[in-house]
């Protein structure tokens, strides 16, 4: 074997992986739309999507409601300590009540999720009704 012939062997040896390499990233690139489909189609992504809009929007009307029911209780403490406890507390859930809000509405807004939205929860939850625990 003459020596052109065995540089061009360890060329083509080394040079397969790594045309197979950028031969693969290209078919990734090209097929990555229709896994994106497969995946936002498949049953457990719809029914997780499906009751996650359920799920959030419980747990803000829990919220809100509880931001409600405490602000009575603010106003007719007393005791500077129980007092200083409970604005902490409503605080607290006021923070959690505008995440959760903001959180849903991001959600609303992807097209991937979205389209579980089912019409009987709303397209977007109140974040500043949190600082009341009134919905509007």
């Given at each position: 074997?003459?020596k052109?012939?065995?540089?061009?062997?360890?060329?083509?040896?080394?040079?397969?992986?790594?045309?197979?390499?950028?031969?693969?990233?290209?078919?990734?690139?090209?097929?990555?739309?229709?896994?994106?489909?497969?995946?936002?189609?498949?049953?457990?992504?719809?029914?997780?999507?499906?009751?996650?809009?359920?799920?959030v929007?419980g747990?803000?009307?829990?919220?809100l409601?509880?931001?409600?029911?405490?602000?009575?209780?603010?106003?007719?403490?007393?005791?500077?300590?129980?007092?200083?406890?409970?604005?902490?507390?409503?605080?607290?859930?006021?923070a959690?009540?505008?995440?959760?809000?903001?959180?849903?509405?991001?959600?609303s807004?992807?097209?991937?999720?979205?389209?579980?939205?089912?019409a009987?929860?709303?397209?977007?939850?109140?974040?500043?009704?949190?600082?009341?625990g009134?919905?509007?």
């Amino acid at each position: 074997m003459n020596k052109l012939a065995i540089v061009g062997a360890v060329v083509a040896v080394l040079a397969l992986p790594v045309a197979c390499t950028y031969m693969n990233a290209a078919g990734s690139v090209a097929s990555a739309p229709a896994r994106v489909v497969t995946r936002t189609m498949g049953t457990d992504n719809i029914i997780h999507n499906y009751e996650w809009f359920f799920d959030v929007k419980g747990r803000y009307d829990s919220r809100l409601a509880q931001i409600a029911s405490i602000a009575p209780q603010l106003e007719a403490e007393t005791d500077p300590n129980e007092r200083s406890r409970l604005r902490t507390e409503v605080n607290a859930m006021k923070a959690v009540c505008r995440d959760l809000a903001n959180d849903y509405n991001a959600n609303s807004q992807k097209a991937n999720r979205s389209i579980f939205q089912d019409a009987r929860v709303p397209e977007r939850l109140d974040a500043v009704a949190c600082e009341t625990g009134v919905a509007a």
